[in-house]
């Protein structure tokens, strides 16, 4: 079975702050996904970021990077100099070839508010 | 424009009436998720549909619902004898063959009065 949790809620900062959302997974398999989306208050999810298993190579882009360690079995999500355009539910998900079935399970989301 | 498509976006109907909620994935795209989100509650899985495989039906909740994807595109969720705690916003997804990442719809919110 798969699990994700993200222990945050919600988390509130002043914008410039750096925040960084948590996410611990479960797994049993050897070869797995992790993503990171993002869903505005307009309501649509986007993709945001994408990591194997395989590749525990940290990722920087533009504002936003990512932690991945399995040794923790952490994919943390950390905004730098946040804005208030950064606000919106923040979900982290999983995914493995568990029967051959690629189905994602997602975390709670962790609710981002970046107050001007 | 080239986004999944969702309809309708909102859907206000009575206890015990069935409902179709339709997603028009991005052509190209082989597979098809539909999960369900709750107010302030994450994403439930409902139904996984790959190529021509058979579906995995696993997260539906109840007979009552059900689902079906015709030509390998359009899918159509349907929820027979609506109850009160189906009231959610029911979003489709659907991602392109050699990638696990999902694009999703905008959502059909469905209140059960």
């Known amino acids: 079975a798969q699990k994700v949790t993200q222990a945050q809620t919600e988390i509130s900062v002043v914008e410039k702050e750096d925040v960084t959302l948590d996410c611990v997974y479960e797994t049993r398999d050897t070869t797995y996904y992790l993503f990171w989306y993002k869903q505005p208050p307009s309501g649509e999810l986007v993709f945001l970021i994408r990591?194997?298993?395989?590749?525990?190579q940290n990722e920087i882009s533009g504002r936003y990077s990512w932690n991945f360690q399995k040794s923790t079995s952490s994919f943390n999500f950390t905004i730098t100099a946040s804005q208030v355009v950064d606000s919106a539910v923040h979900f982290c998900a999983l995914t493995s070839s568990s029967g051959g079935s690629y189905i994602p399970t997602f975390g709670r989301g962790t609710s981002l508010i970046v107050h001007p | 424009g080239a986004g999944v498509s969702q309809s309708p976006s909102n859907k206000v109907t009575e206890k015990g009436k069935d409902v179709e909620l339709r997603c028009d994935p991005i052509s190209g795209h082989t597979a098809l998720y539909w999960y369900r989100q709750s107010l302030g509650q994450g994403l439930e899985f409902l139904i996984y549909f790959q190529g021509n495989s058979a579906p995995d039906k696993s997260g539906l909740p109840s007979d009552r619902f059900s689902a079906e994807r015709t030509g390998g595109s359009v899918s159509t969720l349907t929820i027979q004898r609506t109850q009160q705690e189906d009231s959610a916003v029911y979003l489709c997804a659907s991602s392109p063959p050699g990638t696990r990442e999902l694009f999703f719809g905008e959502g059909s919110r469905l209140t059960v009065l």
């Open positions: 990591r194997n298993s395989f590749d525990e």
